[in-house]
T-cell receptor, first 107, second 119 residues
Framework: DIQMTQSPSSLSASVGDRVTITCRASQNINNYVNWYQHKPGKAPKLLIYGASTLESGVPSRFSGRGSETDFTLTISGLQPEDFATYYC?????????FGGGTKVEIK | QVQLVQSGAEVKKPGSSVKVSCKASGDTFNTHSISWVRQAPGQGLEWLGRIIPKVDVEKPAQKFQGRVTFTADKSTSTAYLELSSLRSEDTAIYYCARGREVWDAFDVWGQGTVITVSS
């Protein structure tokens, strides 16, 4: 299976900060990466697909970049509702895998 | 608005099996795959596998091969996950999710089903 390694596993940030989360794949996956936001007690929410395409209805402060093995999710101007756990997911292989998650907490 | 509605919480004994349902609205079964994802307490998201209802093809994650079965009833637009030989580590919230073609991005999720495995 393709391993997806996310970093950091957690971070503390303030409202208005710019936050970047990294995801590294164990092999070249082109741009087959999707990003999700997950809050306790709720289902995960799709933010970005195909590494950089913003899902409909998702605020433009979220952006994704990367290709091959290295990918980033950036939140430009953190809002109170953005404190959550974020996951990357690869869909290059028919065996899909998630990263370990990054918990974004309030500083 | 496409929705996935899952069955309710269950408590199961170790060694038993559980079957979770996921009813889809709209044309989901003709156009998308249905994946199953779980989150154990304090852990991250884990993909169990998926089914493509239109062609009845299933793909379990290697970790769950032999222990998991995915089925889909096209007449009721309901997908099922059956997990056998349950152990305490299977205690988790189980989600079904609709997989978008090409990118396999999960754009619609069920509300989650809590499965507790306890003697």
């Amino acid at each position: 299976d393709i391993q997806m390694t996310q970093s950091p596993s957690s971070l503390s940030a303030s409202v208005g900060d710019r936050v970047t989360i990294t995801c590294r794949a164990s092999q070249n996956i082109n741009n087959y990466v999707n990003w999700y936001q997950h809050k306790p007690g709720k289902a995960p929410k799709l933010l970005i697909y195909g590494a950089s395409t913003l899902e409909s209805g998702v605020p433009s402060r979220f952006s994704g970049r990367g290709s091959e093995t290295d990918f980033t999710l950036t939140i430009s101007g953190l809002q109170p509702e953005d404190f959550a756990t974020y996951y990357c997911q690869q869909s290059y292989s028919t065996s899909l895998t998630f990263g370990g998650g990054t918990k974004v907490e309030i500083k | 608005q496409v929705q996935l509605v899952q069955s309710g919480a269950e408590v199961k004994k170790p060694g038993s099996s559980v079957k979770v349902s996921c009813k889809a609205s709209g044309d989901t079964f003709n156009t998308h795959s249905i994946s199953w994802v779980r989150q154990a307490p304090g852990q991250g998201l884990e993909w169990l596998g998926r089914i493509i209802p239109k062609v009845d093809v299933e793909k379990p994650a290697q970790k769950f091969q032999g222990r998991v079965t995915f089925t889909a009833d096209k007449s009721t637009s309901t997908a099922y996950l059956e997990l056998s030989s349950l152990r305490s580590e299977d205690t988790a919230i189980y989600y079904c999710a609709r997989g978008r073609e090409v990118w396999d991005a999960f754009d619609v999720w069920g509300q989650g089903t809590v499965i507790t495995v306890s003697s």
